[in-house]
């Protein structure tokens, strides 16, 4: 029995906090990837955020394509909404030109309203754009540390679901290589007579054939219907992949490699089978390596 200790890239978890006048929300979420590809949507006017932010996920997280966003809001929206009186004149002054140039040109302008005014950029001041972001970005930080523990267990949580499938999986290929083993070597008397039959033809039409090149011939079909060292490399590889299982750590880009070769073996099995049996349980192989490879490549 293998003690799989996988992790999913899969995952999600969300949290809300507040503190020193704000109120926010978190939200984070994982998918599969080839590396760890984070995007992050932040508030820009909080110094030091980001860096802080994408360093604490690569903590947790080795791999995957990671979407964290981050909503943050004043407690009190009234305090935070302040004119900035320069900017004001200032917009106030470029709407008379536009104004006037407009009416210069025969295009009369309707005037805007007051709540159009203030939305512009510069007439007021968002409270954090223009106060010290310190005090808030640690606390910030301080609640982005359970969000990731959850987020990180969630993960942990897919990758032990994860791990009982990929084990039962290698276990079947397990059985399906003793089967096809035991396949081989029940066909072997038939193959060998295959064989002998095919060289009395040949040497029977060909009074005069080159002995060497005869026995050249024979052992290339020898070799070309021996499937004895798939089967041990398919044994080997399940040896392989339960070494992994027992691994800590990201093992995804290890085990998604191992899948290739395990379909190796698999095809290769198939194509010099020559036997109903053994064709079949190939087959199966096939089958059973192509359902792991698609949970082997939610492995972070």
């Given at each position: ?21 704000y109120a ?15 995007r ?6 909080i110094?030091?955020?980001?860096p802080a ?7 947790v997280?080795a ?11 004043r407690?009190?929206?009234g305090e935070?909404?302040?004119v ?5 004149d200032?917009v ?5 030109l536009?104004k ?7 295009l009369?302008?309707a005037?805007p309203?007051?709540?159009e005014v203030l ?13 010290e ?9 301080d609640?982005?540390a359970?969000?990731l523990?959850?987020f990180?267990?969630m ?5 032990r ?6 084990v ?6 397990a ?6 083993k ?7 008397p ?12 040949v ?50 880009r290890?085990?998604d ?10 095809n290769?099995?198939?194509?010099k ?11 199966d ?16």
């Amino acid at each position: 029995m293998v003690n799989a200790q996988l992790v999913s890239m899969t995952g999600f978890a969300a949290r809300r906090g507040q503190g020193r006048g704000y109120a926010w929300a978190w939200e984070i979420r994982s998918v599969n990837g080839k590396g760890l590809d984070l995007r992050v949507r932040l508030p820009d006017w909080i110094e030091g955020l980001e860096p802080a932010v994408r360093a604490a996920v690569a903590k947790v997280a080795a791999r995957g394509n990671v979407t964290l966003s981050l909503k943050i809001a004043r407690e009190d929206a009234g305090e935070a909404l302040r004119v900035n009186a320069a900017g004001l004149d200032a917009v106030l002054e470029a709407l008379g030109l536009v104004k006037a140039r407009a009416g210069a040109l025969g295009l009369p302008l309707a005037d805007p309203t007051a709540a159009e005014v203030l939305a512009l950029r510069g007439v007021t001041d968002q409270g954090g754009e223009t106060e010290e972001t310190a005090p808030l970005l640690a606390a910030l930080l301080d609640d982005l540390a359970p969000l990731l523990k959850d987020f990180a267990a969630m993960r942990a949580a897919e990758g032990r679901a994860l791990a009982t499938v990929i084990v039962g999986q290698v276990d079947r290929i397990a059985v399906l290589g003793a089967e096809a083993k035991a396949a081989a070597d029940a066909r072997r008397p038939e193959t060998e007579r295959a064989l002998n039959d095919n060289l009395a033809r040949v040497l029977a039409g060909a009074a005069e054939a080159d002995p060497a090149r005869v026995a050249q011939e024979l052992a290339l079909l020898v070799v070309k219907a021996d499937v004895t060292e798939e089967i041990d490399r398919l044994a080997a590889h399940v040896e392989a992949a339960r070494a992994l299982l027992a691994e800590t750590g990201a093992i995804g880009r290890k085990f998604d490699f191992l899948m290739q070769e395990f379909m190796r073996e698999a095809n290769t099995l198939c194509s010099k089978s020559g036997n109903a049996a053994l064709t079949r349980i190939g087959l199966d192989l096939k089958t059973v390596i192509d359902q792991m490879r698609e949970q082997v490549q939610n492995v972070e």
